[in-house]
Nanobody
């Protein structure tokens, strides 16, 4: 079992930047692949980015590729999402997730979820 707590959300202007953090506790952090998902009002939850257990592989949604960067600090048991050049369409609740055995874009592959952090991008 692992617990996930996101932080770093907030209100930012169009073109601005934010860094989200997801602190974990419980089992060994390095045994989990980690992902970020988001859900905008009235929309389904969608994949944003994922990083493999060792950090050597990353995957991004096309909508954020080149603007967002996922990273992990295994010594700090934390995964990060650096978000640059934010757009109003990035407004959503962002969720951190951990996967026991899966690595990829499907939310059903992730076993543990945080409570989410709100990101609002104003135009």
């Amino acid at each position: 079992q692992v617990q996930l707590v996101e932080s770093g959300g907030g209100l930012v202007q169009d073109g601005g930047s934010l860094t989200l953090s997801c602190a974990t506790s419980g089992r060994t952090f390095s045994s989990y692949a980690m992902g970020w998902f988001r859900q905008a009002p009235g929309k389904e939850r969608e994949f944003v980015a994922a990083i493999s257990r060792g950090g050597g592989s990353t995957t991004y949604a096309d909508s954020v590729k080149g603007r967002f960067t996922i990273s992990r600090g295994n010594a700090k048991n934390t995964v990060y999402l650096q978000m640059n050049t934010l757009k109003p369409e990035d407004t959503a609740v962002y969720y951190c997730a951990a996967a026991d055995t899966y690595y990829g874009v499907a939310s059903r592959g992730y076993n543990y979820w945080g409570q989410g952090t709100q990101v609002t991008v104003s135009s």
